[in-house]
T-cell receptor, first 114, second 114 residues
Framework: GAGVSQTPSNKVTEKGKYVELRCDPISGHTALYWYRQSLGQGPEFLIYFQGTGAADDSGLPNDRFFAVRPEGSVSTLKIQRTERGDSAVYLC????????????FGPGTRLTVL | AQTVTQSQPEMSVQEAETVTLSCTYD???????LFWYKQPPSRQMILVIR??????QNATENRFSVNFQKAAKSFSLKISDSQLGDAAMYFCAYRSASNNDMRFGAGTRLTVKP
């Protein structure tokens, strides 16, 4: 079946604007993760969903970042009042369940805040 | 907090030769999982190999194998018969069995010379 997909592939916005990044996980995967990867670094955990609920949002940097997964499938990462420091690649991953299974990653969204 | 260290920012190998990428981690837990992911320029993180900490036997996937030294907290990746398609960033990652927060190292850029 299809892998994890993310849209858009690239997003350029101006400082202060609002953006939404979308993730479509592998069908049947109950767990979904968001990561942020800054240039030259490894991905950093942001938030984890099990089903519709955010089971762990300890990685969200501040209250400008918010994510939802209303039907337990597609997830949207929302960033308010974007700042230049938010520029990064945002990766989404899913796994069959949230316990021991391997996470499978999407191609990411490159966000550039001018 | 768990940390993952990759001490080699860049490595180079001749096609058909063998190369070893290093990874060390710091944890006080006994039950966890370790991973190597490959990230080509397309940005998609691809799972290379996975190791459960409770397993003494080193994981192997075709040309890829690991040397897992639990007491030393070391998890190196060996790539045999290197191919041009192996060129990419390689990330070592740690995940506790008790949560879903996966920690990544800073990555090693592998170049394969023809």
């Amino acid at each position: 079946g299809a892998g994890v997909s993310q849209t858009p592939s690239n997003k350029v916005t101006e400082k202060g604007k609002y953006v939404e990044l979308r993730c479509d996980p592998i069908s049947g995967h109950t767990a979904l993760y968001w990561y942020r990867q800054s240039l030259g670094q490894g991905p950093e955990f942001l938030i984890y969903f099990q089903g519709t609920g955010a089971a762990d949002d300890s990685g969200l940097p501040n209250d400008r970042f918010f994510a939802v997964r209303p039907e337990g499938s597609v997830s949207t990462l929302k960033i308010q009042r974007t700042e230049r420091g938010d520029s990064a690649v945002y990766l989404c991953a899913s796994s069959l369940d949230g316990r021991t299974d391997t996470q499978y990653f999407g191609p990411g969204t490159r966000l550039t805040v001018l | 907090a768990q940390t993952v260290t990759q001490s080699q920012p860049e490595m180079s190998v001749q096609e058909a030769e063998t190369v070893t990428l290093s990874c060390t981690y710091d944890t006080s837990e006994s039950d966890y999982y370790l991973f190597w992911y490959k990230q080509p320029p397309s940005r998609q993180m691809i799972l290379v190999i996975r190791q459960e900490a409770y397993k003494q036997q080193n994981a192997t996937e075709n040309r890829f194998s690991v040397n897992f030294q639990k007491a030393a907290k070391s998890f190196s990746l060996k790539i045999s018969d290197s191919q041009l398609g192996d060129a990419a960033m390689y990330f070592c990652a740690y995940r506790s069995a008790s949560n879903n927060d996966m920690r990544f190292g800073a990555g090693t850029r592998l170049t394969v010379k023809p």
